[in-house]
């Protein structure tokens, strides 16, 4: 019997949770693994690793416990574990969950971290900015990773790329998927280690996150980044109408992005999903020609908190941070007509 804090096992879960698979890719993929004092999970791209006092060997199904934890009340609760269940003991209230004392995952696939070293001062924030620039297309393999080159981070999925210059401190550049490396964006990461096929990184509290990593051919962006156009300033308040938008959009879970448009006089931000869409127009200093780019809502959002100013041309949309940049590919778009629906009144910034 192990008595534990059923808070602290929650947050012990989460930290570890980025490593599950929502379907079983693998065997036990979707498991907590419980191993010689360690809570580990396993998905082939991402592996979380975090000390506990938890000393049994067993494998039990992520969903269950994580929910039947979280509908406790109890501060305290006690776990049992035997041949076949994890025993969790509440006041005047018990629930046994199937525990295999196998464990099936590869996890010696996983390179031990050595030679630990710090996380680059804005890593995090990179990743965070970056990762929603690679894309979902397979057949284009490079395009769904972000690329960690020793100078900067960078992604691009053919119609939008991001890079962040920074001294990053690896050898050669690495590619991780940008599903897989989009979990660092939470973490308070303190230093990393890049081992045969893994890049890890760990944080204050000792968590381990280990990414895949691959070594293969990414394309040189530089030269698409050297775009001259209009300076125009920002709309205020677009980073809000973003997370409007996205209210509908992240409905779309394979792509969740929003249409911008640009037209003379204003830009128009739209989110749509299954269940409805959101529309918002800002006035803006444009006089070109209509003009369109999808994005994420989240990326946008940033954007727009972060930087007041954006360059366009007749294709392109950069957005120049100093050490950030973001381009954009502009499609045109047909001209407007007296039945297009049209934000009216209150809905547009004055």
Known sequence: MIVVNRQELLEQLDAVAPGLSSREV???????VFQEGNLITYNDEVSCRQKTNLKFTGVVQAKPLVSILQKLAEESIELIPNESELVIVGKRRQAGIRMDKDVLLPLKNVDKPKNWQPVPEGFTEAVSLVHECAGKDESQFWATCVNISPKWIEACDNFQLSRYKMVVGVSEAILVRSYAIKCLTVLDLKEFSVTESWIHFKNKTGLIVSCRKYIEQYPDLTELLKVKGTSTVLPKGLSDAAEKAEVFSSENTETNQVLVELRPGKLRIKGIGVSGWY???????YKGEPLSFMVSPKLLSELCKRYHECE??????????????????LEKTPKENDNDQEEKGTSEEE
Do not use: H, M, P, W
């Open 26 to 32: 693998i065997e036990q993929s979707s498991c907590f």
């Open 279 to 285: 529309s918002e127009s800002k006035k803006l200093a």
């Open 312 to 329: 366009i041309t007749k294709d392109r949309l950069k957005v120049n941070g100093g050490n950030y940049t973001y381009i954009a590919c």
